[in-house]
T-cell receptor, first 111, second 115 residues
Framework: GESVGLHLPTLSVQEGDNSIINCAYS??????FIWYKQESGKGPQFIID?????DKRQGQRVTVLLNKTVKHLSLQIAATQPGDSAVYFC??????????FGRGTQLTVWP | ETGVTQTPRHLVMGMTNKKSLKCEQH?????MYWYKQSAKKPLELMFV???????ENNSVPSRFSPECPNSSHLFLHLHTLQPEDSALYLC??????????????FGPGTRLLVL
């Protein structure tokens, strides 16, 4: 069975607002996590990653937070834009072995 | 562009047909993967190749047959498929190795419809 899941299957936000996409994982030994973005008709695209020795990592307009105590991962998107509309997946792995993916959250940005 | 290409992008085939999906990566990676993506389901890992050797077959039916002639190319040969095999088939690559870089880079996928 899958070890990674998502709290909400869909998220709608207004353009300019911040978005928060959540992910729960079950394997406390997982040491590496990745967020992917998948636009319609395309393959998943790497957004940002974080290792288990970190709590937070920032990219361009995106921040990933890792809470190992409750095995929770989140992706924050600042000033959400229409181009951010996509399905977002989290994935986890342990020691570089296979990735386990969640079902994904559909983010819709409306003007 | 992620450096991973897949052809064809769309494929319609009958249950008695034989077809092949092709994947090529230009990233110098050593590991390649096939995934199946069905609606409202998590990505399903099918096969893993590391340095051209198959290291994982995730209980995939024999009507799917992978081939990895070198580290840059990966094929998925299809024969006598079922309508439930209709899905998006994604190829990915990563650095690979014993405990290599885990980040996988995906191609655009092949949208397969089995009639």
């Amino acid at each position: 069975g899958e070890s990674v899941g998502l709290h909400l299957p869909t998220l709608s936000v207004q353009e300019g607002d911040n978005s928060i996409i959540n992910c729960a994982y079950s394997n406390s030994a997982s040491d590496y996590f990745i967020w992917y973005k998948q636009e319609s008709g395309k393959g998943p695209q790497f957004i940002i990653d974080i290792r288990s020795n970190m709590d937070k990592r920032q990219g361009q307009r995106v921040t990933v937070l890792l809470n190992k105590t409750v095995k929770h991962l989140s992706l924050q998107i600042a000033a959400t834009q229409p181009g951010d509309s996509a399905v977002y997946f989290c994935a986890e792995t342990f020691r570089g072995r296979r990735l386990y993916f969640g079902r994904g959250t559909q983010l819709t940005v409306w003007p | 562009e992620t450096g991973v290409t897949q052809t064809p992008r769309h494929l319609v085939m009958g249950m008695t047909n034989k077809k092949s999906l092709k994947c090529e990566q230009h990233l110098g990676h050593n590991a390649m993967y096939w995934y199946k993506q069905s609606a409202k389901k998590p990505l399903e890992l099918m096969f893993v190749y590391n340095f051209k050797e198959q290291t994982e077959n995730n209980s995939v039916p024999s009507r799917f047959s992978p081939e990895c002639p070198n580290s840059s190319h990966l094929f998925l040969h299809l024969h006598t498929l079922q309508p439930e095999d209709s899905a998006l088939y994604l190829c990915a690559s990563s650095q690979g190795g014993i405990e290599g870089e885990e980040t996988q880079y995906f191609g655009p996928g092949t949208r397969l419809l089995v009639l």
